[in-house]
């Protein structure tokens, strides 16, 4: 079953403690992929947060240099020997901003602050069950289900934080929906896709609208059942992911208007991941059905600007039929190279795929477990 299934419906977690358990982790090593050089192009490698599986104790930290051509994994123990049991637990997601780097580390309840160049601890914050990230004005903001990690059809509302980024230090709070996910920042305005997840079968259906300056919820769009994803295009256009009941409604992607805040309509496409480039929305979806317990995998192209599906599958070459379970999705912001990873059975380490532009396979690597979330860096990695 598919990882995130297991993080909403697992009885087995239902009492985990979040702290960081004396499970070992791999050694840090490294894998020549190419011959190294970045040319003209700005960004320099990226960062790749594996999540590891929940309870397991094994988020991790991998890195790739374009300028070295290497594949460096788990790479925080020998970066920072001296922090106890390493990233912790569930690494749920990653993004640069400023000189530093930051991993949301779901389970273990804190983010993880690192300088961007080295991967070295700089500060942390306890957030607690913390979920995703966004930034706008030398702010963070991390939504945060604000309660214990488990199902509960009396689970409070979650909120979202606001943390100074020179001070890593919390100055606000807002309340907003039931067990909130990604964020995107469009106008002024925190948009919040609420899910509501611990509450099954009562999902939450709503976004919540958070305005930046006063901080507070200005507004509340009724969209569809367990929201998860988010990201927003050049037109003013937001889409969220449903990812439906896993019985008979179905998973898809709504669009809303942040000009009005209102519901303009929706794709008929699931998507478990998204990632926007340019006009181009790359969607990869791993749906799980209780009735007939199977997954459907797919990967959709979607452009924005025509408002049209342009492929049902963006990968040319057939490597789709190797991927077991793709996980994490991102696209090189120079290169437009396109990068698959799969979790396979999410006990396991897992695989990258980097793919050109039009979709054939260029290179794989062996990951850390559960791979998952990526941040590209323009500065070179020392």
Not at 224 to 247: C, E, P, Q
Not at 311 to 321: E, L, M, Q
Request: net charge negative; hydrophobic share 35%; proline share 4%.
């Amino acid at each position: 079953m598919k990882h995130r299934l297991l993080f909403y419906f697992s009885v087995l977690m239902a009492v985990l403690s979040g702290c960081r358990r004396e499970i070992p982790f791999l050694h840090s090593e490294e894998e020549e992929l190419t011959s190294g050089g970045t040319g003209h192009e700005a960004v320099k490698g990226f960062f790749l947060l594996n999540e590891g599986n929940m309870g397991s104790n094994k988020a991790s930290l991998d890195f790739f240099s374009y300028e070295t051509g290497k594949y460096m994994r788990n790479i925080y123990p020998s970066r920072n020997p001296d922090i106890v049991k390493e990233l912790g637990d569930v690494g749920n997601d990653l993004a640069i901003y400023g000189g530093k780097l930051y991993a949301v580390i779901n389970c273990s309840h804190y983010v993880e602050v690192m300088d961007v160049k080295t991967a070295k601890h700089v500060g942390s914050i306890d957030i607690l069950n913390c979920r995703y990230i966004a930034f706008n004005e030398g702010k963070a903001y991390v939504s945060s289900y604000a309660g214990p990690v488990q199902i509960d059809p009396n689970a409070r509302p979650g909120k979202v934080v606001e943390v100074d980024t020179t001070s890593l230090k919390v100055t606000r709070e807002v309340v907003v929906g039931y067990q909130p996910e990604e964020m995107v920042i469009t106008g002024g305005k925190l948009y919040v896709a609420n899910s509501g997840g611990y509450r099954f079968p009562n999902y939450d259906t709503t976004v919540s609208v958070v305005d930046l300056e006063t901080f507070e919820v200005i507004n509340t769009i009724d969209v569809a059942i367990n929201l998860h994803r988010m990201t927003k295009d050049r037109f003013g256009r937001i889409y969220v992911s449903s990812r439906g009941n896993y019985y008979d409604v179905g998973a898809d992607v709504y669009v809303i208007d942040s000009n009005t805040d209102r519901l303009v309509g929706n794709l008929g496409i699931p998507a478990s991941e998204m990632c926007i480039s340019g006009d181009s929305i790359y969607m990869t979806s791993v749906e799980w059905n209780y009735t007939t317990n199977r997954n459907t995998v797919s990967y959709t192209l979607y452009d924005v600007a025509r408002e049209k599906i342009v492929s049902h599958n963006f990968i040319a070459d057939g490597t789709d039929k190797q991927i077991q379970i793709p996980y994490g999705i991102a696209v090189n912001p120079d290169t437009k190279e396109v990068f698959i990873s799969d979790a396979k059975d999410y006990v396991t380490p897992g695989t990258l795929y980097c793919f050109s532009p039009e979709g054939n396979l260029k290179w794989e690597v062996t990951t850390g477990d559960i791979p998952a979330h990526f941040a590209f860096t323009t500065r070179s990695f020392q």
